[in-house]
C-alpha cells in the first residue's frame, strides 16, 4: 500500500510528465488521476485544484533546484562559483528535463497572481548569477565594460537552449559555454 506522501509524489510526476508535453489548459484534472492510477477523491485531497497541484510542481522543483545551486557555493572564488552555477544548472535541468520543459513554458508567464512567487525564485537564480558576475567584476576576474544583467541573461540563454534542444550531452554543453566564457569575458 502507497504512503500518501508516495500518492503525493505519484501525482507531481505524472502531471509534471502530462504539462511537459502539452499546456496547462490542455491538461485535465481526470487525466492526471488516470494516468496516475488514483482515485478523483484522492487528486483533490492532496490538491484542491489544477491550479494548486501545478503551482505546487514549479514551487518544488524551484525549490530543489535553489537549495542545490546554494549548496554549491563554498568557495571564496566568484569565478570558481560561477562555474559550479553553470555546471550544477545545466545538471539539474538535464536531470530534472520535464521540469525544465514546465518551467520554460511558464518563464514568460509566472508574473500572474497564482505563480508569483515562482517568478520571485527565478529571480532568485537570475539574482545569484548577476552577483557572482558582479563580485568576479570586482576582483578583476571579468571586463568591466560587460553589463552584468545582460550578461546573466546571456548565460542563462546558453544553458537553457540547449538543454531544449535535448541533442547535446551536458558535459559537452558545460565545456562549451566555458570555452566561449574563457575566450570572450574572463580576463586571462
Known amino acids: ?60 522543483g524551484l525549490d530543489i533546484m535553489i537549495l542545490r545551486l546554494n549548496e554549491r557555493f563554498k568557495r571564496d572564488d566568484p569565478l570558481e562559483n560561477l562555474k559550479l552555477f553553470i555546471h550544477e544548472l545545466v545538471n539539474f535541468f538535464n536531470e530534472k528535463r520535464t521540469f525544465f520543459l514546465v518551467l520554460q513554458q511558464e518563464e514568460g508567464k509566472l508574473f500572474n497572481k497564482r505563480l508569483s512567487n515562482c517568478y520571485k525564485k527565478i529571480c532568485t537564480v537570475k539574482d545569484l548569477l548577476e552577483s557572482l558576475l558582479k563580485e568576479a567584476v570586482n576582483r578583476g576576474q571579468i571586463r568591466p565594460d560587460l553589463n552584468t544583467k545582460v550578461l546573466s541573461e546571456i548565460i542563462m540563454g546558453m544553458i537553457k537552449e540547449p538543454v531544449l534542444k535535448g541533442k547535446i550531452s ?16 574572463i580576463k586571462a
Open 170 to 185: 551536458p558535459e559537452v554543453h558545460i565545456n562549451t559555454i566555458f570555452a566561449v566564457l574563457e575566450g570572450g569575458i
Open 1 to 60: 500500500m502507497k504512503t500518501a506522501s508516495g500518492k503525493r509524489n505519484i501525482i507531481l510526476n505524472t502531471a509534471m510528465n502530462l504539462f511537459s508535453k502539452r499546456p496547462y489548459h490542455r491538461v485535465s484534472m481526470d487525466e492526471i488521476a488516470q494516468k496516475a492510477k488514483v482515485a478523483k477523491g484522492t487528486l483533490y485531497y492532496h490538491f484542491k485544484s489544477k491550479e494548486a497541484l501545478y503551482a505546487a510542481l514549479l514551487h518544488e
